[in-house]
């Protein structure tokens, strides 16, 4: 179908547009192209609710995708790629040193000391690229509504969203970037480049408030990180610990 291929064309960064779209937030997009996405992804969205397997093609052969007997087919661009997404809050200054704060689940760690991000235009990416730098810290239990707000509004409407959800900073001594006191754990990031919607970072510091260490060492336990489910468009706590890993296989490697 041309909306499937449509979509097709876009890039990973244009995924999280789906989820908002799915959940009525097209009113906030201000963009043309935004909103050309956005529809083309609704129509995706739709499109793969009501139809069948086989609607599903390799786009680069432009063949119908095989199934296997017991599983149902997505697709490539079904806008749950990998799951659960981590919650990631990306800290700026503004041309008048105010801090933006927005949220982002398409993120991931590229290497050691490397952090790359999916991102489409917004106040932050304007601020990212004045200043060279950023903040990520990562929502958790304690800031459900907090960070889902960062992730509603825009700095260009709301010029003051890290006051008006009651957050305060401090400036990083590192980089050109505020620090959210709110948010116990965050990297302090040099941008490395921000191509095609493609933010990568370079990480040069880490740093844990007090009341995340167990024994001097970053506690998930005590951090509570929350997740993105983008299947269910919702967010997540992470639950127990169910194995040690590069260990738990070893007793079948035996
Ligand atoms: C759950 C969730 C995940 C999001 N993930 C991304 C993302 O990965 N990339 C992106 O560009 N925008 C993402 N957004 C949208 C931005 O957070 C949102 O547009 C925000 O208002 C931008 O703020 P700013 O204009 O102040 O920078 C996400 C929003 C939500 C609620």
Known sequence: MAFLFIFSKLTISTNYIAILADNNKIRSMKHARNFILTLAALLMV????????????????????????????????????????????????????????????????????????????????????????????????????????????????????????????TPSPNVNAPIINEYPLTLECKVLSFKDGMLIGEIINQSADECILTDGKVDLAKLKPIVFDAAGVCYRALGEVVGKAWGAGKAIAE
């Open 46 to 169: 739709a499109g793969c609710n009501n139809s069948s397997n086989t609607n599903t093609k390799d786009m680069a052969n432009n063949e119908p995708l095989q199934e296997v007997a017991g599983r149902k087919n997505f697709g490539p661009n079904h806008a749950l790629v990998t799951t659960p997404q981590p919650c990631v809050m990306i800290a700026t200054w503004d041309e008048n040193r105010k801090p933006d704060v927005m949220m982002a689940a398409w993120a991931g760690q590229l290497d050691a000391k490397q952090i790359v991000i999916s991102l489409s235009k917004h106040k932050t990416t304007e601020n990212l690229e004045k200043t060279g730098a950023f903040t990520i810290s990562f929502a958790d239990e304690r800031t459900v509504a907090q960070s889902d707000y960062f992730g509603l509004v825009s700095g260009n409407n709301e010029p003051d969203k890290v006051g008006k959800a009651g957050f305060t900073v």
